[in-house]
């Protein structure tokens, strides 16, 4: 929803998401493929441990794997760990070499991607995302690059790119050219995930969809998949059964609980555009990373406010940013990013997700915590 005010400049970064009743209807699509994996019995086992023979992994691990590349309608998935980092640097190393290049976007690169760059030697051509016609000229006369990544969640307050055209326009001009796509803080909430849309890899955390610490996901291209499991042949690196059963069971509720959040976003970001906290200049929806509403002060206060907010009940960092822990509202600083793009949000600006709670309580706080720095 974006809301017709000229405070909301980045009012365009902002990426569709599910209804309450399409978040439902993708719960039961879940569910539906896991009767279609499991019988009654597998289902209601906490899972297996170790290299089991079968399948050089724990067999209930496999079986929610299957559940999941069934879910996303593609030929493979993994569960791997690291969680949404350590997946996205296992298909990187799969498919690359040190030395390698590849395309990103004219944007600042989220940390960890920067790190996993690094730790892995690989070079990049940075392209306009925000527009198609550049994508198309780089990708047609660059043959080097040897993989297209793309992040679904905005890097920066002035993102507009569509995902699915950029995949699209990617595919018409070079077919052969492996598309990856971070879906952290989009999967379970946004209409598809890149895999849906037609790229070759989808990489997310399921620490973000309510399940344990450490678990990430890869979904794509059987080739790939199966040299990376292949090489993970250490019973210490397997993602064990129960772990992959706590994963499954735990993503089942979290389309609705992401949608709600959702409602409380867009609920929160109009209710401050209309001006009930004196000391608020502008609030805006970005994806930045998960859904949540930037705001920005009148007085250069940002700091203060967050340490106030910690007082009065709200989160003022994160577990894992929409993990199964982050119930309570939080308040805290504007992603490195953002503030790299725009610097001046470092003492003005607050970024805000009421996570579990209603945009009442988050209004609560932030007033309470604005007049106690005046």
């Known amino acids: 929803m974006v809301y017709d005010t000229t405070k909301l400049k980045y009012a365009g970064s902002v990426l569709p998401t599910l209804s309450i009743l399409e978040a439902q209807a993708l719960q039961f699509k879940l569910v539906d493929k896991m009767s279609a994996h499991f019988t009654g019995d597998q289902f209601l ?30 030929e493979k998935a993994a569960l791997v760990r690291g969680a949404g980092t350590g997946a996205i640097r296992i298909i990187l190393s799969t498919l690359m070499d040190p030395g390698d290049r590849m395309f990103i976007h004219t944007a600042p690169v ?87 849309y037609g790229a070759d890899y989808s990489t997310f955390s399921g620490f973000k969809l309510l399940g344990p610490e450490g678990v990430g996901i890869i979904a794509g291209k059987a080739d790939a998949v199966n040299v990376l499991q292949q090489r993970n042949y250490s019973g210490g690196g397997q993602v064990q059964g129960y772990e992959a059963m706590e994963l499954l069971r735990m993503m089942t509720f979290a389309p609705v609980s992401l949608a709600t959040q959702n409602e409380q976003v867009e609920a929160l970001c109009r209710r401050l555009n209309e001006g009930v906290i004196e000391g608020v200049e502008a609030a805006y929806m970005t994806n930045a990373q998960s859904k949540n509403v930037i705001v920005e002060l009148k007085e250069p206060i940002a700091q203060e406010v967050i340490r106030k907010s910690n007082e009065l009940g709200a989160a003022t960092h994160p577990v894992g940013a929409e993990s199964k822990y982050e119930i309570i509202p939080m308040v805290y600083r504007v992603s490195g990013s953002f503030i790299e793009a725009q610097p001046r949000l470092k003492e003005y600006g607050l970024r805000i997700n009421p996570m579990k709670s209603g945009a009442n309580t988050v209004l609560q706080i932030i007033d309470e915590a604005i007049q106690a720095c005046n």
């Open 45 to 74: 086992s906490m899972g297996d441990l170790g290299v089991a023979p079968r399948f050089k992994k724990p067999e209930q691990t496999e079986r929610v794997e299957r559940v999941l590349a069934d879910f996303f309608d593609t």
């Open 110 to 196: 989220y940390t960890t991607t920067k790190d996993t760059l690094r730790i892995l030697g690989l070079k990049t051509k940075a392209v306009d995302y925000n527009n198609l016609e550049a994508i198309a000229e780089a990708v047609k006369n660059d043959q080097d690059c040897r993989v297209f990544f793309v992040q679904h969640a905005r890097q920066q307050p002035t993102d507009t790119y569509n995902l699915k055209e950029v995949i699209s326009i990617v595919k018409q001009t070079r077919p052969d050219l492996p598309v990856i796509v971070d879906d952290n803080y989009c999967a379970m909430k946004a209409y598809g995930i890149g895999v849906e």
